[in-house]
């Protein structure tokens, strides 16, 4: 992995604040490309520790109504993949230190081949991918050209990731592990607290890279809960819900919601603490 490895350092210094990372998701291109930048400046504003960038692709099958319309406006107002990379070097120019990581499914990181993928991601300040729709056991191109590249291949873990199945998941992964709380798609619904709870700690047994939760939070409550228990804690579908209700306009709402979601995790750390 880099020298400077801007996920490792995101998640060390969170810890030593006592709290879990922020982690908040929204997809490129939505409303439309120029409505990008400062969106994703809302979100550093407003206290993110990490963004998820989305890759707008026309069957996000894991991702549920909210994310699937953000998918459909990128994609109507013409966003490609060039215009992802272009979006995220110039965050990474505005924001040095931000971990930035992709969020997409394998069509558009293999259709130009996984090596060409790899390397506009390093190229561009992308400190990880997260490739929705391609399992540990048939990942024989994504992951290895990311590693190359010194980008983290993060992988997601879900309720129905056994045992068994455990060790296939954390081979080769890096960056964090991303916990899917419910067995669903993004938004729908929210996992109960104790299973979460159970789950981060069977996975933290299992592994010591950071155990990241998301799918169904969608409130500073919710994100305060889990984050008594994860090393960070995911928010898409909220936030994607207000750049559709507001559009172009959404940055100062975006970074409203986020620094509530900050201040719930900051206050729960305090209380923790004392």
């Keep these: 992995m880099p020298v400077t490895d801007r996920l490792s350092t995101r998640f060390a210094a969170c810890k030593?604040?006592?709290?879990?990372?922020l982690i908040t998701f929204v997809t490129a291109g939505d409303p439309d490309v120029a409505a990008t930048p400062a969106i994703l400046d809302a979100l550093v504003a407003g206290g993110a520790d990490i963004i998820e960038l989305g890759m707008p692709f026309t069957d996000p099958m894991a991702d549920g109504p909210a994310i699937e319309l953000a998918n459909l406006r990128s994609l109507g107002s013409g966003t490609k993949t060039r215009d992802v990379f272009a979006l995220a070097a110039d965050f990474r120019a505005r924001h040095p230190d931000t971990p930035l990581v992709l969020m997409g499914y394998a069509n558009p990181m293999l259709v130009r081949g996984a090596d060409w993928f790899a390397d506009q991601c390093q190229e561009a300040g992308v400190d990880g991918v997260?490739?929705?729709?391609?399992?540990?056991?048939?990942?024989?191109?994504?992951?290895?050209a990311l590693r190359a590249a010194n980008v983290h291949p993060v992988r997601l873990a879900t309720p129905t990731t056994?045992?068994?199945?455990?060790?296939?998941?954390l081979d080769g992964a890096s960056g964090f592990l991303y916990h899917v709380a419910v067995a669903?798609?993004?938004?729908?619904q929210q996992a109960a607290q104790s299973s979460i709870e159970m789950a981060v700690a069977r996975?933290?047994?299992?592994?010591?890279?950071?155990?990241?939760?998301?799918?169904?939070?969608?409130?500073?409550?919710?994100?305060?809960?889990?984050?008594?228990?994860?090393d960070g804690v995911v928010v898409g579908s909220a936030i994607v819900d207000i750049v559709g209700s507001h559009g172009d306009a959404a940055a100062p709402f975006v970074q409203d919601f986020v620094a509530a979601l900050r201040g719930a995790l900051t206050h729960q750390a305090q209380e923790t603490a004392a």
Excluded at 130 to 144: F, L, N, Y
Aim: proline share 10%.
């Design 16 to 21: 030593a604040q006592g709290r879990a990372a």
């Design 203 to 230: 996975l933290k047994a299992a592994t010591d890279l950071p155990v990241a939760v998301g799918f169904g939070v969608r409130t500073p409550e919710q994100a305060a809960a889990i984050g008594r228990v994860a």
């Design 162 to 169: 056994d045992a068994q199945r455990l060790p296939a998941v």
């Design 130 to 144: 997260i490739c929705v729709d391609v399992p540990p056991e048939e990942d024989a191109e994504i992951g290895p």
């Design 184 to 188: 669903g798609i993004t938004g729908k």
